[in-house]
Each structure stands twice: as C-alpha cells, then as structure tokens.
T-cell receptor
Framework: NAGVTQTPKFRVLKTGQSMTLLCAQD?????MYWYRQDPGMGLRLIHY???????AKGEVPDGYNVSRLKKQNFLLGLESAAPSQTSVYFC??????????FGPGTRLTVL | TQLLEQSPQFLSIQEGENLTVYCNSS?????LQWYRQEPGEGPVLLVT?????EVKKLKRLTFQFGDARKDSSLHITAAQPGDTGLYLC???????????FGAGTRLAVHP
C-alpha cells in the first residue's frame, strides 16, 4: 500500500497562474483533508471532504477550490495564485475519528 | 476560535537530557493527538489521548491529557538524536475528525 500520495512534490508558479494539486489514498478512507503549513503557524485546514462528492470549507478556504469526484482522490485547485499562497500543502485521510494519515507534501512557491 | 499554543517553540538539548513540551488551550477538546514530523515529510501520529487525566507511555515518551481536557504535555526521558524533529499537538474539533494544530515545537538533540 502506498498510503497517501501527492503530486507534484514541488511547483513554482507566477502570480495569476492556476494549478491543481492531486492527492490519492489507497486505504478506502472516507474523510480527506487539505492543509497548508507555514513557518510558525502549524497546519491550517483549507478544505475537507467526508465522502465522495462532498466538500466543505475549513479554516482558510479563500482562494482555493476542491473536488472529490472519486473516493480515493481529493483535488485542490488554485484558480489565480497569489504570493500569499506560497506554502507547503499536505493532504491527509482518515477512517472516522481516528488517526489522520498524511502525504509527503507539495512545496509551492508563487512569484 | 479555538487555539492551541505550544511551548517552547524551539528546544536544543544534549543527548541524555529530559524535556517537556506543553500544549495549552482555553477550549475543551474531545481528544488530543501528538504528531511528529521530520523534514520533507508529513506528520506521523504518536498518540491520541481522550480521557481527562489520561497518561500514555510510548517507550521514552510520556503523554498526559489535562483533567479539564484543555491542555497536554509530552515528556521525553533521556533524549536521543533520533528524537530530533517537529512535535505537533492537535485537538479534535467540530466533528468529522477535523483537527486544530499547534504551531509545533522544533526539537534538536545533539550527540
């Protein structure tokens, strides 16, 4: 089992460009999450999903959109990237109220 | 807004020393998790505490959940260089296993 995988690992964007981050999990988890991690601020929840076809806003959702068309995939989109979105993005999944399993992260720089 | 404050933010010690990391909040959490994160990787769960006053041990690591379920501590006995990493506490909040993370304690253990 690969667990939680994220693509790409690194990306550099120019202000205004768009991109999609892909998260995939092979553990048949219902819940999936997108976080961003910034220095000195821990991880902050962007959006989450409690099942295929459902999404909900987290703590810092502005500027991001998500989709969960398949149970195993959770996509995070940036329609018009801004320098404030420079961060490390982590995807996680869980089965109910149990441990969250995290992917290795995507390091995004917006110039 | 629920917040988790971790202290200290940084800790640099010699191998063999003991240390304690604190995680405090004014809010009550249904459970609290401790994660460890190494550079370039996602956080990995160490322990979950659920009951007020609960103490859990994981080899040289001792975790305690406050009686009022608002705070927690992580104590490491005889630290080793392999304990080096970022330690994050996270409180379960608002259902669907959503987590509020502290900013983390970065620990460096020198041989």
């Amino acid at each position: 089992n690969a667990g939680v995988t994220q693509t790409p690992k690194f990306r550099v964007l120019k202000t205004g460009q768009s991109m999609t981050l892909l998260c995939a999990q092979d553990m048949n988890h219902e819940y999936m999450y997108w976080y961003r991690q910034d220095p000195g601020m821990g991880l902050r929840l962007i959006h989450y999903s409690v099942g295929e076809g459902t999404t909900a806003k987290g703590e810092v959702p502005d500027g991001y959109n998500v989709s969960r068309l398949k149970k195993q995939n959770f996509l995070l989109g940036l329609e018009s990237a801004a320098p404030s979105q420079t961060s490390v993005y982590f995807c996680a999944s869980s089965f109910g109220n149990n441990e969250q399993f995290f992917g290795p992260g995507t390091r995004l720089t917006v110039l | 807004t629920q917040l988790l404050e971790q202290s200290p933010q940084f800790l640099s010690i010699q191998e063999g020393e003991n240390l304690t990391v604190y995680c405090n909040s004014s809010s009550v959490f249904s459970s609290l998790q401790w994660y460890r994160q190494e550079p370039g990787e996602g956080p990995v769960l160490l322990v979950t505490v659920v009951t007020g006053g609960e103490v859990k041990k994981l080899k040289r690591l001792t975790f305690q959940f406050g009686d009022a379920r608002k705070d927690s501590s992580l104590h490491i006995t005889a630290a080793q260089p392999g304990d080096t990493g970022l330690y994050l506490c996270a409180g379960s909040s608002g259902g669907y296993n959503k987590l509020i993370f502290g900013a983390g304690t970065r620990l460096a253990v020198h041989p």
